[in-house]
Every structure is written in structure tokens, then in C-alpha cells.
């Protein structure tokens, strides 16, 4: 008899957690189950029509289930699919953001340098007349060489800006000498006495130290939003483990299996899946914030009197005031030349070159600064606005990717899916980033293996952080060549080729875009009250036949 009541307790002790939830006396349907299934685009093929014991689960609690082992596999691959959609469509809405701080900078940025040249060439026609007309080339390079460095192409500024001053002198000197005959030789001769001469006063330098601040800070600006881009895109698409897939599938689809589809997960449990998912984008954080920080630092130096407005199109003026300040002198610095590099015979083409240059020369070029309008000052606020917003990307991203998933109202935390039925989640919330998960419950992880393309990208943004540093210090910094990229087109600046052509910023999103939280099966009939008759019963007749014996 002893021995019947142990079978019977054991017997009452193994049936009462297969039934789990939702179980009863009779068998559950599957109709739920296989009608969600279905509309995931899986076929009926194996699905069963009522529930079955659940020993061959791999992934999901082993109690009675709908769900068979290529059912769980299916639905583990669909979860790994569906997390990497949204992975990538949050990235999407981030490179958008950046795309058009890109474009509105790049955009207004070409667009002063293509008024300064306009004013150039409008007053300096008038003012200058042939000796500009007949020079025309020395001033189109200028500007064709600045643009050129300005979109990432390996161009020296420094050895641009020489070249200009050094072209010019001998233009200048030639217009202004045409009673002689003056070779080739000889006018290299008067190019390499600029230094020591310094004949259009002090422009040269001070116009070397503006245009350089300006041009290397402002290329560098634009690479940083690029590279920025190009992480986002590369660090959105990296493949999640076979363990954050099983992580997700738990979470996302064994309440399914369970018969408790409305079941949403424990809002802990999910950070720590999260967690574990994007341990290795969480690593970012730190070069990331450090990269928008400095990008912040150096736009601040766009605007203001000594802004990107005010050096870009000042220089026709500046050019012009050298100009005429070499001319007032040329009787000095013809001289000086003279005794440099030799005396030469008259027989050139005219004897009143410099008189006719000294009448233009005294014509200074209209200052056209009062024309410009305070968009650069709009552009820098509204960049700035968008690199603090996206400082917390990759450690806000559990939570974001959370907030839509988790069970919330009264009760909650007592009702919600914590891995293996409705109840309280106990465990600890990780901390951020890889090191932080050696005790994730959820998702196991081998923090000795980093992702390596995640640290290609934390290397890429360092590497971009020192460039946009040495450009706070006006220091040049070299690039590839990006002249190809500079549309967009192959750049981290097209999410996915969907380049849009809107030069205006962007809207930046509050939170990535979620895909809906997979459909909840129907109630299920039948009451829980009855989940637990027969154990009962069981229960009952042992504790008669106790008192029976007694």
C-alpha cells in the first residue's frame, strides 16, 4: 500500500507541470498556434492538431507544447531575421539623420564658395580688366584646387596656396613690365623671390592661416559625418550569434509554443536579452561620444566673425587688397627684382602696362560679407542639436528596442514572461557593453571573442576623432581621395542606395522603427481552475487511504 500512495504522488507530481498554464484534463488544441504559424508564412506540414509532450524542445521549456522541433528551429530563424530587420532599420533612421547634416552642410558650404568665385570674377572684371581677363586661369585654378581639397582628394593647401601667390607674382610683375622682354627663365626667378621680397604685403599669411583653419576643419567636419555614417551602416549589419537567436526565440516566440501568446516578456528579461544581443555594438559608446564631441567642438568654429562666411567670401577682397598693394610698390619691388635676378631689354608689346595697371589697381573689390545670412549659424545649431541626440545610440539601444515589447500596467511584473512562464524575472540587469555580460543569464558570450568588424569600427572612429582634433589645431590631415563619393553614391551617407536628393536637414527620429510585436493568439478556452483536477484527485484518494489505515 505504501508503495501505491508513493506511485501516485509521483505520478501527481509529473502531471501537474505538464500541463503548465493553460493545461487540462484533455489535450489543448493547436488551432491558435497553427493559425499564427501559418500567417508567418510557414506551412502546416508536421504542425500538430493538439498538444504534445515537449522532451524534444531545444530551445523553449520542455512542458506540453504545439510546437515541434522544426516548428522551434523556424521560429528561431524568423527571430534572428526579424531582430536584424530592426537592427537595420534603426540604423537606417540614424544614417538619414546624418545623411542630412551631410548634405545641408556640404550643400551650403559649395554654395559660398561658388559666390565667393561669382564675386571674383563680376569685380574683378571691372576693376582689374585685363590683367585679370588675360590671367584668368591663375584665379579659376585657385578656387577649381580648393574645392578639389575641400572634397577629400590629395591636394596640398599649403602648396596651393604658395603656387597661387607665386603665379601671381609673375602675372602681375609681366603686366606691369610689358616695355621689356621678359622669358620664362627669368620670371621663375621673380617667383622664387617672393619670400624675401613679400610683395603683396602681409595676405599672404594671414590669408594662409584663415583659408587653412577654415578648409581643413571644415573637410574634416564632413568626413566625420561620412565615417559616422559608414559605422552606423557597417555596425547595423552584423550578424547576431546562434546564441542571441536562441535568446530571441525564447523571448519572442516560446510563449507561443506555450499557449500564451499575449504573454509579454518581463521588461528586465528583455534588457538583459538586449544586452547580450548588442554586447559588442555597446562597445562603440565610448569612441562614438568622443568622435560627436569633437565634431560639436569644431563645427562651433563655423560661424562667427572669423567663420566659414566671413573667410569664404572675403577672398576676392583680400586678393585684390595684395594685388594692389604690389602694384603701389612695383617701382620698389622692380628694383629689388631687377638686382635678384638680372636687368632686361626693353621690346616687349607696350610701354604703358603699368600705368594702366596702377589706375585699376587703386579700385578696391566691393566687400559682399553684408549680403550673407545667418543660415550658417542655423546649420551649426541644428548639427550640434543632432550630435547629442545621438551620443546614446548604441548603450540606448536595448531599451528603445524594449520599450514596445515588454508587459506593462498593474501587475505586470508578477504576469509577464520571464523565459519560462508568467512570472516574476529575478535576475540582475547586466551592465553595458561586452565585458559587462560573463554573467548574462540570457545570452551566453564569450567576451574573450569580440566581434572584429564592431572593432574595425571603433578603430575608424578613433582614427577619425585624431583627424578632427589635429583640424581644432588648423593642422592639415590627410584623407583618401573621397572625390568620387562625394554625392553620396557608395558613402556612408546612402542608407542602402535610398540616397535622398533634399539638400534641408533631415528630421532625426526619436527611436529607431520597430516591427510590430509578433499577433496574439485567441484566449484559449477552459478555466484555469480546472488545470489541476486530476492531480487533486490524486492527492484526495492518497490522503483516504491514509486515513484508512489509521
Given at each position: 500500500?505504501?508503495s ?11 502531471t ?61 530563424m ?8 530592426v ?17 545641408a ?13 561669382i564675386?571674383?570674377q ?5 576693376t582689374?580688366?585685363a590683367?585679370?581677363s ?31 601667390w607665386?603665379?601671381l ?21 621673380v ?17 594662409k592661416?584663415m ?17 559616422s ?13 546562434q ?19 499575449s504573454a ?13 544581443c ?9 569612441e ?7 565634431m ?9 566673425p ?21 602694384i ?11 638686382q635678384?635676378c ?9 610701354s ?47 531599451s ?37 555580460q ?9 567576451i ?31 584623407f ?20 535622398s536628393?533634399?539638400?534641408h ?26 488545470q ?16 484508512l489505515?489509521?
Amino acid at each position: 500500500m505504501d508503495s501505491f500512495i508513493i506511485v501516485a504522488l509521483a505520478v501527481c507530481s509529473l502531471t501537474a507541470p505538464a500541463y503548465g498554464d493553460k493545461g487540462t484534463s484533455k489535450a489543448r488544441s493547436c488551432s491558435d498556434i497553427r493559425q499564427f504559424y501559418s500567417g508567418k508564412g510557414f506551412a502546416l506540414d508536421g504542425v500538430p492538431q493538439s498538444e504534445i509532450s515537449g522532451e524534444h524542445l531545444r530551445i523553449c521549456p520542455q512542458g506540453y507544447t504545439c510546437c515541434t522541433s522544426d516548428m522551434e528551429d523556424s521560429l528561431a530563424m524568423l527571430s534572428r531575421r526579424e531582430m536584424e530587420g530592426v537592427l537595420k532599420e534603426a540604423g537606417r533612421s540614424l544614417q538619414t539623420s546624418l545623411t542630412g547634416q551631410y548634405k545641408a552642410f556640404d550643400g551650403y558650404f559649395m554654395e559660398l564658395l561658388n559666390r565667393s568665385a561669382i564675386s571674383l570674377q563680376e569685380t574683378f572684371t571691372t576693376t582689374w580688366g585685363a590683367v585679370y581677363s588675360q590671367n584668368l586661369q591663375v584665379f579659376t585654378d585657385l578656387y577649381t584646387d580648393l574645392r578639389h581639397y575641400y572634397r577629400g582628394s590629395n591636394v596640398n593647401l599649403e602648396e596651393v596656396l604658395n603656387e597661387f601667390w607665386a603665379r601671381l607674382l609673375e602675372k602681375l610683375f609681366y603686366q606691369a613690365n610689358k616695355q621689356y622682354y621678359i622669358g620664362e627663365d627669368y620670371l621663375e626667378c621673380v617667383s622664387k623671390q617672393i619670400e624675401t621680397l613679400r610683395p603683396f604685403g602681409d595676405t599672404p599669411r594671414v590669408m594662409k592661416m584663415m583659408v587653412t583653419r577654415t578648409f581643413v576643419a571644415a573637410r574634416s567636419f564632413v568626413q566625420g559625418l561620412v565615417v559616422s555614417g559608414e559605422v552606423v551602416r557597417k555596425a547595423s549589419q552584423v550578424q547576431l550569434s546562434q546564441e542571441c537567436m536562441r535568446a530571441m526565440m525564447r523571448m519572442t516566440y516560446c510563449p507561443h509554443c506555450r499557449g500564451m501568446a499575449s504573454a509579454r516578456p518581463c521588461a528586465n528579461y528583455c534588457s538583459n536579452v538586449m544586452k547580450g544581443c548588442l554586447a559588442n555594438q555597446a562597445d562603440l559608446n565610448s569612441e562614438w561620444r568622443n568622435l560627436a564631441d569633437t565634431m560639436m567642438q569644431v563645427a562651433g568654429r563655423f560661424d562667427g566673425p572669423s567663420g566659414v562666411e566671413s573667410v569664404v567670401l572675403s577672398l576676392p577682397n583680400r586678393i585684390s587688397e595684395a594685388m594692389s598693394t604690389m602694384i603701389e610698390n612695383i617701382e620698389t619691388i622692380n628694383s629689388k627684382l631687377f638686382q635678384a635676378c638680372g636687368n632686361i631689354r626693353e621690346g616687349g608689346t607696350s610701354s604703358t602696362g603699368g600705368d594702366d595697371i596702377m589706375k585699376r589697381g587703386k579700385v578696391t573689390v566691393e566687400d559682399r560679407l553684408g549680403t550673407s545670412s545667418n543660415k550658417m549659424e542655423k546649420l551649426v545649431s541644428d548639427v550640434t542639436m543632432r550630435l547629442k541626440d545621438m551620443q546614446p545610440y548604441w548603450v540606448s539601444l536595448p531599451s528603445v528596442l524594449c520599450s514596445d515589447r515588454v508587459a506593462t500596467g498593474t501587475g505586470a511584473e508578477e504576469k509577464c514572461w520571464n523565459g519560462m512562464s508568467r512570472a516574476r524575472y529575478l535576475p540582475e540587469v547586466m551592465g553595458d557593453g561586452l565585458a559587462s555580460q560573463i554573467n548574462n543569464p540570457e545570452v551566453e558570450i564569450d567576451i574573450t571573442k569580440p566581434d572584429m568588424t564592431i572593432r574595425q569600427q571603433i578603430m575608424q572612429l578613433k582614427i577619425m576623432m585624431h583627424r578632427l582634433r589635429n583640424a581644432l589645431n588648423g593642422q592639415d590631415v590627410d584623407f583618401q581621395d573621397t572625390s568620387d563619393d562625394a554625392s553620396g553614391s557608395g558613402s556612408g551617407m546612402c542608407a542602402d542606395g535610398m540616397c535622398s536628393n533634399d539638400p534641408h536637414i533631415v528630421p532625426v527620429t526619436d527611436r529607431p522603427i520597430l516591427y510590430p510585436y509578433p499577433p496574439e493568439n485567441k484566449k484559449v478556452k477552459g478555466s484555469s481552475a480546472n488545470q489541476n483536477l486530476p492531480c487533486i484527485a490524486i492527492y484526495l484518494l492518497s490522503l483516504l487511504i491514509l486515513l484508512l489505515r489509521r
